[in-house]
């Protein structure tokens, strides 16, 4: 039987979605980029040179196209609802960057639209396509710590740190800024791949530079966007033989000058298991498993070949997006769900959601009981 024709992807959104997901795209045999939409004529201009791909700032035109059968929506979180809301009522399959809306109103409301529709919608939560990631999930499936008794998760990153960086929608609360959005919606995501539903979040946030200069030098902007988290959350466990309840704690900030980066650790009844990188220039690449067992120290353990990416870039996070694609454009071929979709979207919403609350309120938020 010959191979499905790849799948037509039109790119909304020209920062990451230029970097990456144009790069992704031509390195995903099953899916092929076919149209650029940015809402500035110049820009989706120059892009389109660079890419020599057709382009408009007419997102109604985009979705005429025939070649588009999919759209990926890059832009900033303010504007993903209505192009994902339009993008559906065209018919088009979706993958959406994270968080996909500005509440988990918005979230349920395309998960809703896209079941009537029977369009298969990803979520670009890429971390699930990382190697190391992968085989942690798998051990932990195994019963490799035991009986989980806490998980610790710090999130450290400096790209924030420099207050001289301009005020922009990263810097507003309403507009989806912040580091919930940033690193929550992945960090909430993982917890509940790897581990279980989060059921309880108790969090407090804060604004470590609480203002910026504004790009076009008429001063500074207010900053009301958390760019530090800490939450104690409760999880409930998915593999076999772990407790009802297992306490974590969440460290998140993007202003930490020379942060720790990205550690994982969770402690069992059998053993330890710590995911880890340092690197502060790239969000995928230099991740690193150890583990212990029996009271022994940590030690680094061998990489499962079968998981590891056929190639890699100097952007570490071109691999997994293009590995995810293809799992979104399979799913789009055969008609079955995606994982990662519009559920686990709404998942992850709903905890940072839940987070705001919390801080808001001073008050333990309970989910999905």
Not at 63 to 85: C, H, K, N, S, Y
Not at 318 to 329: C, D, H, N, Q, Y
Not at 336 to 347: D, N, T
Request: with cysteine; net charge negative; glycine share 10%.
């Amino acid at each position: 039987m010959s191979a499905p024709r790849p799948l037509g992807v039109a790119i909304a959104g020209l920062g990451f979605g230029e970097k990456v997901h144009i790069p992704a795209l031509r390195a995903c045999p099953q899916a092929v980029p076919v149209a650029l939409w940015h809402p500035r004529q110049e820009r989706v201009e120059q892009a389109s040179r660079a890419a020599e791909l057709p382009g408009s700032s007419d997102f109604e035109q985009v979705l005429g196209d025939p070649a588009v059968e999919a759209v990926v929506i890059a832009t900033p979180p303010a504007a993903r609802f209505a192009l994902a809301q339009q993008a559906l009522l065209a018919g088009k399959h979706l993958l959406l960057e994270k968080p996909v809306a500005l509440n988990a109103t918005e979230a349920q409301q395309l998960e809703q639209l896209a079941l009537e529709r029977g369009l298969i919608c990803a979520v670009n939560f890429e971390y699930r396509a990382v190697p190391a990631f992968q085989q942690l999930a798998a051990l932990l499936q195994q019963g490799w710590i035991g009986d989980p008794w806490l998980l610790r998760f710090d999130w450290l990153m400096g790209s924030r740190a420099n207050p001289q960086r301009p005020w922009n929608w990263y810097s507003q609360q309403a507009l989806g800024g912040g580091v919930l959005g940033a690193l929550g919606s992945h960090a909430f995501d993982m917890m509940q791949w790897l581990v279980g539903p989060i059921r309880q979040v108790q969090a407090q946030l804060s604004v470590a530079i609480s203002e910026r200069p504004k790009a076009d030098g008429s001063g500074m902007g207010q900053v009301d966007a958390a760019d530090t988290a800490f939450t104690q959350l409760q999880l409930e466990p998915q593999w076999p033989g772990a407790r009802q309840q297992l306490s974590a704690q969440i460290a998140l900030a993007s202003t930490a000058r020379q942060g720790r980066g990205c550690w994982m650790e969770l402690y069992g009844s059998e053993g330890t298991l710590v995911l880890g990188s340092s690197n502060q220039s790239d969000y995928v690449h230099g991740f690193a498993l150890q583990g212990s067992k029996g009271g022994e120290g940590l030690a680094p353990l061998p990489q499962d070949p079968s998981l590891s990416f056929a190639r890699s870039w100097e952007d570490g996070r071109i691999a997994p997006v293009s590995r995810l694609i293809g799992w979104w454009a399979e799913a789009v071929r055969q008609q079955r769900p995606m994982v990662p979709g519009l559920l686990e979207g709404l998942a992850s919403q709903q905890v940072m959601d839940a987070c705001v609350s919390s801080h808001q309120t001073g008050q333990t938020m309970r989910l999905g009981l």
